[in-house]
């Protein structure tokens, strides 16, 4: 059966969005070959992006923090587009200066070893390359935001962390006079992929209440933030111990790998998980988002109902994250454990992420033209905001959810986009507008259902 000329068209539409994404891949490769200026022959030259979406990421996120803080910028946090364009021209500026100072201390280290030839031009060469490489990156980030599939900030940013799992893998498998063949990796390899793809189910399970009707809570409710932070602060009694010798006791005990670094790393972790889980989910923010849903029974208690759905969510992210804690302790490869352990978890999981979120709306497009209308920053609200426009007979569908549910809070750049067809872009963002409004008042007023809950 041959397609139609509209469907036809629909299906080029499609493939030229993925050949555009495929292409802004490859182009941030060809930028990462290109060297920085004035680097002396016989050094390591890290290239112009050797500062990676760093510097934009950190914006974003320090941002963010400030407006958290300030109640006249919180305010315009879930405003609307034209709310958050305010804030991403300060968190362009804040990378704009973040980039120039890391890429200074990066020409500074270089001239001081002596691969960068100390003089005022080659160095100040050397500088705008590299603050502008962040730059570069961003532009194929909007790029693919207009022209492509799914966010261009994801995109590069599981490119980078894909790159990163390939690399620690084959650093792995070349090390010289390492007592493993590639056969012996095979165990921490099947224990890595099926964390992943607990991950991946669970990133497609969304936690409901059990025995009501109501939309879901996305997984994991706490992000993958408790993967990352409890390692990183282990590591602050080694770092401060030159610094303060009485420490080197507690450097010792917590020294990585070690039993008490391990049973550490999992306390801090799990209690992560219930502390974010509950500020990401407040009930009062999760209440509010289910208001006059269609799914929610009439005189429904909403906050009842939100609390159940975020238990059930916590606990079932807790056992995600056991799950990951507990693979270097099975896993006793230790010349290898990177392949199996937190980071190689991380980096894979969010490839999955993003391959979701491309598989997603390549699905979505099937039925036509889309126009971006809302961009929103809490996970937890991109189901019932689909299900609100549906019930107004507006097809909709959401981009990049199931990355943002990994990174929630700290992932600014990268929104929740809701796109409708054009010619209902205009009712679709009169909806969004009274369904939002709280968001501008609520600091003098207080949220409606739930009091002062109020989620990041």
Same mark, same amino acid.
């Not at 469907?7 to 969005?17: G, K, L, M, S, T």
């Not at 990183?232 to 009694?237: I, K, S």
């Not at 929104?415 to 609520?442: C, K, M, Q």
């Given at each position: 059966?041959?397609?139609?000329? !509209? !469907?036809?068209?629909?299906?080029?539409?499609?493939?030229?969005?993925?050949?555009?994404?495929?292409?802004?891949?490859?182009?941030?490769?060809?930028?990462? !070959?290109?060297?920085?200026?004035?680097? *002396?022959?016989?050094?390591?030259?890290?290239?112009?992006?050797?500062?990676?979406?760093?510097?934009?990421?950190?914006?974003?996120?320090?941002?963010? $923090?400030?407006?958290?803080?300030?109640?006249?910028?919180?305010?315009?946090?879930? +405003?609307?587009?034209?709310?958050?364009?305010?804030?991403?021209?300060?968190?362009?500026?804040?990378?704009?200066?973040?980039?120039?100072?890391?890429?200074?201390?990066?020409?500074?280290?270089?001239?001081?070893? /002596?691969?960068?030839?100390?003089?005022?031009?080659?160095?100040?060469? +050397?500088?705008?390359?590299?603050?502008?490489?962040?730059?570069?990156?961003?532009?194929?980030?909007?790029?693919?935001?207009?022209?492509?599939?799914?966010?261009?900030?994801?995109? &590069?940013?599981?490119?980078?962390?894909?790159?990163?799992?390939?690399?620690?893998? @084959?650093?792995?498998? @070349?090390?010289? #006079?390492?007592?493993?063949?590639? =056969? *012996?990796?095979?165990?921490?390899? &099947?224990?890595?992929?099926?964390?992943?793809?607990?991950?991946?189910?669970?990133?497609? *399970?969304?936690?409901?209440?059990? #025995? =009501?009707?109501?939309?879901?809570?996305?997984?994991?409710?706490? /992000?993958?933030t408790p993967l990352s932070v409890p390692a990183a602060a282990l590591l602050l009694p080694a770092t401060l111990s030159g610094s303060w010798p009485a420490l080197r006791p507690l450097a010792e005990a917590l020294r990585p790998g070690s039993n008490a670094s391990s049973a550490a790393e999992a306390v801090l972790a799990l209690a992560l998980v219930a502390v974010l889980g509950v500020l990401f989910n407040r009930s009062g923010a999760v209440a509010?988002?289910?208001? +006059?849903?269609?799914?929610?029974?009439?005189?429904?208690?909403?906050?009842?109902?939100?609390?159940?759905?975020?238990?059930?969510?916590?606990?079932? *992210?807790?056992?995600?994250?056991?799950?990951? $804690?507990?693979?270097? $302790?099975?896993?006793?490869v230790w010349s290898v454990v990177w392949v199996s352990g937190q980071r190689a978890v991380v980096a894979a999981v969010v490839v999955v992420a993003v391959a979701l979120d491309v598989a997603r709306e390549w699905r979505a497009r099937r039925a036509?033209?889309?126009?971006?209308?809302?961009? $929103?920053?809490?996970? &937890?609200?991109?189901?019932?905001?689909?299900?609100?426009?549906?019930?107004?007979?507006?097809?909709?569908?959401?981009? /990049? @959810?199931?990355?943002?549910?990994?990174?929630?809070?700290? +992932?600014?750049?990268?929104?929740?986009?809701?796109?409708?067809?054009?010619?209902?872009?205009?009712?679709?963002?009169?909806?969004?507008?009274?369904?939002?409004? @709280?968001?501008? #008042?609520?600091?003098?007023?207080?949220? !409606?259902?739930?009091?002062?809950?109020?989620?990041?």
């Amino acid at each position: 059966m041959t397609a139609g000329p !509209q !469907q036809a068209n629909v299906h080029d539409r499609r493939w030229r969005r993925a050949i555009i994404t495929v292409a802004a891949l490859a182009a941030a490769w060809l930028l990462g !070959q290109l060297r920085t200026p004035g680097w *002396s022959p016989g050094f390591y030259d890290p290239g112009t992006l050797a500062l990676g979406l760093a510097p934009i990421i950190s914006g974003f996120v320090l941002v963010e $923090l400030a407006a958290l803080a300030v109640p006249a910028w919180d305010a315009l946090r879930h +405003a609307g587009p034209a709310a958050r364009a305010k804030l991403a021209v300060a968190a362009h500026a804040v990378a704009a200066a973040l980039a120039v100072v890391q890429a200074y201390a990066v020409a500074r280290y270089a001239t001081d070893v /002596g691969a960068l030839r100390d003089a005022a031009a080659p160095r100040a060469a +050397a500088i705008a390359t590299l603050a502008v490489g962040p730059f570069l990156l961003a532009a194929l980030a909007r790029w693919v935001d207009a022209r492509g599939l799914t966010n261009g900030f994801a995109l &590069l940013v599981a490119w980078t962390a894909g790159a990163e799992l390939v690399g620690g893998y @084959s650093s792995a498998l @070349s090390l010289p #006079g390492m007592p493993f063949s590639p =056969a *012996s990796l095979a165990l921490p390899v &099947l224990f890595l992929a099926a964390t992943v793809w607990l991950f991946g189910w669970a990133l497609r *399970s969304p936690a409901r209440p059990r #025995g =009501a009707s109501a939309p879901a809570i996305p997984m994991p409710a706490c /992000g993958i933030t408790p993967l990352s932070v409890p390692a990183a602060a282990l590591l602050l009694p080694a770092t401060l111990s030159g610094s303060w010798p009485a420490l080197r006791p507690l450097a010792e005990a917590l020294r990585p790998g070690s039993n008490a670094s391990s049973a550490a790393e999992a306390v801090l972790a799990l209690a992560l998980v219930a502390v974010l889980g509950v500020l990401f989910n407040r009930s009062g923010a999760v209440a509010r988002a289910w208001n +006059a849903l269609p799914a929610v029974p009439a005189g429904a208690d909403l906050v009842a109902l939100a609390r159940a759905a975020r238990r059930r969510a916590i606990g079932r *992210s807790a056992l995600l994250v056991a799950a990951v $804690l507990a693979v270097p $302790l099975v896993v006793r490869v230790w010349s290898v454990v990177w392949v199996s352990g937190q980071r190689a978890v991380v980096a894979a999981v969010v490839v999955v992420a993003v391959a979701l979120d491309v598989a997603r709306e390549w699905r979505a497009r099937r039925a036509g033209a889309f126009a971006a209308v809302w961009p $929103l920053h809490r996970a &937890l609200e991109a189901e019932p905001v689909v299900a609100r426009l549906a019930a107004a007979g507006i097809p909709a569908f959401v981009r /990049g @959810s199931a990355f943002r549910a990994l990174y929630q809070f700290f +992932a600014p750049y990268a929104p929740v986009v809701v796109f409708v067809p054009p010619e209902r872009a205009e009712d679709a963002n009169a909806i969004l507008r009274r369904a939002f409004a @709280s968001e501008r #008042g609520g600091a003098a007023a207080g949220d !409606q259902i739930g009091g002062r809950a109020r989620s990041p």
